[in-house]
């Protein structure tokens, strides 16, 4: 029924994911803040991050792991539709995906950023699913990448030890609609609790005539209120993959795979607890790059497929939340073998 009313279905067909160079563990955190590898390890699951170097852009990330999404799903990079960067740290704030589609060669596509914090891979996954469902666009190439070691205040122990690069991409296919990978989702936000997480602009007044003034300034670093964006997610997250489930006519217990933002191992734990799901079905690859915005859920997909976890057939329940706030559910039917 769902399918018949769409002209294609969406397949993912390739995925990839890069790194930038500097590493930072959480002994070499001790260094900088007052904190230990015991307290960070036992609140968050996090071991080490990835960190760019001055020299390392966004785009050279996002290009990278776009290369190698692209080569997995042997697609060209002239037959891509869409090019769509999911980042809240884009190189040039006008947008950095035209970028990215420049240095891949895309010349017949069209490139635009998306902001959604940690939420923007899943926003940009049901985004593109829509282009090709009208029928619109057959190719495109979905990246979710962020640098927020550029934004995060460096003396400060409850949200530094959180943080780090990354940049994860998958190629979105159009198919037969009666093989749509996306059975199901659910897309929230409430700006309510902005206040919660944020990264915003402070500017001082100045004056340019009597009558008129503008405000000039910079980005305050990431602020976030950890224990209340804690409950929001793990009362959040369970609601909003019941109501993706629900659209997909499945329940949680035929769901194979829990692929949640790597932002807390707690908050996944807690996730899979309350969906009666078992630790093992948790997709967890926090330990080795933190919390990395709009990069973690692609960059984890990206390292479950190279490592043959996931098969085809199989049931994955995605989701993303964080600042805005912003949350969201896609339940996607495996397909690559
Ligand atoms: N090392 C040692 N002690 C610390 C550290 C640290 N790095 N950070 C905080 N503490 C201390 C605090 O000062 C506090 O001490 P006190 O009891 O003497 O006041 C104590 O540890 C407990 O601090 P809490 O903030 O209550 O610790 P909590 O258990 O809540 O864990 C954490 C903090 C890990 C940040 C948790 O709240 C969390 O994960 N929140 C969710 C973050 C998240 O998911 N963000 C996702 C979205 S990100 C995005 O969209 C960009």
Same mark, same amino acid.
């Given at each position: 029924?769902?399918?018949?009313?769409?002209? $294609?279905?969406?397949?993912?067909?390739?995925?990839?994911?890069?790194?930038?160079?500097?590493?930072?563990?959480?002994?070499?955190?001790?260094?900088?803040?007052?904190?230990?590898?015991?307290?960070? +390890?036992?609140?968050?699951?996090?071991?080490?991050?990835?960190?760019?170097?001055?020299?390392?852009?966004?785009?050279?990330?996002?290009?990278?792991?776009?290369?190698?999404?692209?080569?997995?799903?042997?697609?060209?990079?002239?037959?891509?539709?869409?090019?769509?960067?999911?980042?809240?740290?884009?190189?040039?704030?006008?947008?950095?995906?035209?970028?990215?589609? +420049?240095?891949?060669?895309?010349?017949?596509?069209?490139?635009?950023?998306?902001?959604?914090?940690?939420?923007?891979?899943?926003?940009?996954?049901?985004?593109? $699913?829509?282009?090709?469902?009208?029928?619109?666009?057959?190719?495109?190439?979905?990246?979710?990448?962020?640098?927020?070691?550029?934004?995060?205040?460096?003396?400060?122990?409850?949200?530094?030890?959180?943080?780090?690069?990354?940049?994860?991409?998958?190629?979105?296919?159009?198919?037969?609609?009666?093989?749509?990978?996306?059975?199901?989702?659910?897309?929230?936000?409430?700006?309510?609790?902005?206040?919660?997480?944020?990264?915003?602009?402070?500017?001082?007044?100045?004056?340019?005539?009597?009558?008129?003034?503008?405000?000039?300034?910079?980005?305050?670093?990431?602020?976030?209120?950890?224990?209340?964006?804690?409950?929001?997610?793990?009362?959040?997250?369970?609601?909003?993959?019941?109501?993706?489930?629900?659209?997909?006519?499945?329940?949680?217990?035929?769901?194979?795979?829990?692929?949640?933002?790597?932002?807390?191992?707690?908050?996944?734990?807690?996730?899979?607890?309350?969906?009666?799901?078992?630790?093992?079905?948790?997709?967890?690859?926090?330990?080795?790059?933190?919390?990395?915005? $709009?990069?973690?859920?692609?960059?984890?997909?990206?390292?479950?497929?190279?490592?043959?976890?996931?098969?085809?057939?199989?049931?994955?329940?995605?989701?993303?939340?964080?600042?805005?706030?912003?949350?969201?559910?896609?339940?996607?039917?495996?397909?690559?073998?």
């Amino acid at each position: 029924m769902r399918n018949g009313l769409y002209s $294609a279905g969406i397949t993912i067909t390739g995925s990839g994911s890069a790194t930038p160079s500097g590493r930072l563990s959480n002994e070499d955190l001790t260094q900088m803040v007052e904190t230990s590898d015991e307290w960070i +390890t036992t609140r968050t699951g996090i071991k080490q991050r990835c960190v760019a170097a001055p020299g390392e852009s966004l785009v050279d990330i996002g290009t990278q792991a776009s290369q190698s999404a692209l080569e997995m799903a042997n697609v060209h990079p002239e037959q891509l539709d869409l090019v769509i960067l999911a980042t809240s740290t884009p190189d040039d704030l006008f947008g950095s995906a035209v970028s990215i589609q +420049t240095a891949l060669g895309a010349k017949k596509a069209v490139a635009f950023d998306l902001t959604a914090a940690c939420s923007g891979f899943l926003f940009g996954l049901v985004n593109a $699913a829509q282009f090709i469902r009208t029928g619109m666009y057959q190719k495109i190439l979905l990246v979710g990448a962020d640098l927020l070691s550029r934004w995060v205040d460096w003396s400060d122990r409850s949200t530094c030890i959180l943080f780090g690069d990354g940049a994860g991409a998958v190629v979105i296919e159009a198919t037969d609609p009666q093989r749509d990978a996306l059975l199901g989702f659910e897309l929230c936000s409430d700006g309510q609790l902005s206040h919660t997480l944020t990264l915003s602009h402070q500017g001082d007044s100045r004056t340019l005539l009597d009558s008129v003034q503008v405000s000039q300034g910079n980005y305050q670093p990431i602020h976030m209120k950890g224990k209340e964006v804690y409950r929001f997610a793990v009362e959040k997250v369970p609601e909003v993959i019941s109501k993706a489930l629900f659209h997909a006519e499945l329940t949680s217990q035929q769901v194979d795979w829990l692929l949640l933002h790597q932002a807390n191992q707690r908050i996944m734990d807690a996730v899979a607890q309350r969906l009666n799901l078992p630790q093992e079905s948790v997709i967890s690859n926090l330990a080795s790059y933190g919390n990395t915005s $709009a990069a973690s859920i692609p960059l984890a997909l990206d390292e479950a497929m190279r490592a043959s976890q996931l098969n085809a057939g199989e049931i994955i329940a995605i989701s993303g939340f964080g600042a805005g706030l912003t949350w969201g559910a896609a339940i996607v039917q495996w397909q690559i073998v």
